[in-house]
């Protein structure tokens, strides 16, 4: 069992919004604990976006219980007449991820003792408050998350793993089964990536220099995923139709697969610069022949296509081969990215791997 760094705050916020309860004297430090619990979140950009929006709840929900509360008098009737309208209008103010703290804070004032009800009421919105503060200095504070190089790593490991199925593909050295497997584990690794490119994206930076080199990597980043997907399509292709590639002509299956290998080499070069162990990726070259390699691969298709009469399997062939096409392009815009990123950029600005 891993125990990530979001464990841990979630520890340390709940321990913080007790003690704090305690060492002011509310009476129910629990429901500042419990409230700590729902305000931890995954990044620090996310965090203030949080705290802003569970304060404006909470003092949506002390406002109308302690009225409510006042007026008819505290009771289960009231709390869900209550309830009703705090939902409502938490739903009218776009902050439906605030109903469940704002509730806590409806229950927990409605449930106050009648004696010096505005005296109960205060302290448990107070603790409220407490634990949603509390989850924000945690997150600030402790385990900062390092999103950039969690995304390249996850990037490289990921791409490394389509790369290794595909090269392995080419030379009919797999197993059906098992890669069908593994194309679907790589599907799932890749909206896991997505989801982390867009935390990365809410991450803010504060300085102007610092924003405008984080834009150019967000470019960057965005368009590596891209391709790694492009890289995940083709695989997928020629999984489906390994056999009929392996029916091929010999020049034709020859001049295939080396326009694949050729692009994986590319890529892998591309992977080595964008983690700083190779100083560029210098594919120049390679790119060239790849594109002479792409002319060949269409004459010698379109040979093929007219002197045999399976249209179904040709037709899908052409997939295939416009998939690899497309998986070049990118190639070739993602290496231009890369470049242009270390040629404009100091050390200051290197990528945090």
Known sequence: ??????????????????????LIGIPNPL???IVAIFAIQPTIYRSFLT????????????????????LFGPSPLVIGFTALIVITLNLKLKIEHTIPITLVTVIAILESPGDNFLYYAALRTSAVAIGVLSS?????????????????????????????????????????????????????????????????KEERSYSKRAAFVKSRKLVLFRHSISTSNRALDLLQKVHRLENEIHDLPEEMNRTFVKEIEDL????????????GKIKSTKPREIIERSILLKKDNIVTFLNHRKNHGDDTINESLMLVIASVVDYREHLEHMEILLSSYQNYHTKNSELKV
Request: net charge neutral.
């Open 1 to 22: 069992m891993k125990l990530g760094a979001r464990i841990f705050k979630t520890g340390i916020a709940i321990t913080l919004a007790l003690w704090i309860a305690q």
């Open 31 to 33: 429901l500042a604990g």
């Open 51 to 70: 705290i802003i929006d569970q304060l404006q709840g909470n003092v949506i929900g002390a406002v109308l219980a302690t009225t409510f509360g006042l």
């Open 136 to 200: 924000f200095v945690v997150n600030f504070l402790f385990f900062p998350p390092k999103y950039e190089t969690k995304l390249i790593r996850t990037t490289v490991e990921t791409t490394e793993e389509i790369i290794k199925w595909t090269r392995h593909i080419t030379n009919h050295s797999t197993m059906h089964s098992v890669l069908k497997e593994d194309i679907e584990k790589l599907k799932e690794q890749m909206v896991d990536l997505e989801q982390l490119f867009m935390r990365y």
């Open 264 to 275: 994986l080499l590319i890529h892998e070069r591309i992977l080595l610069s964008l983690t």
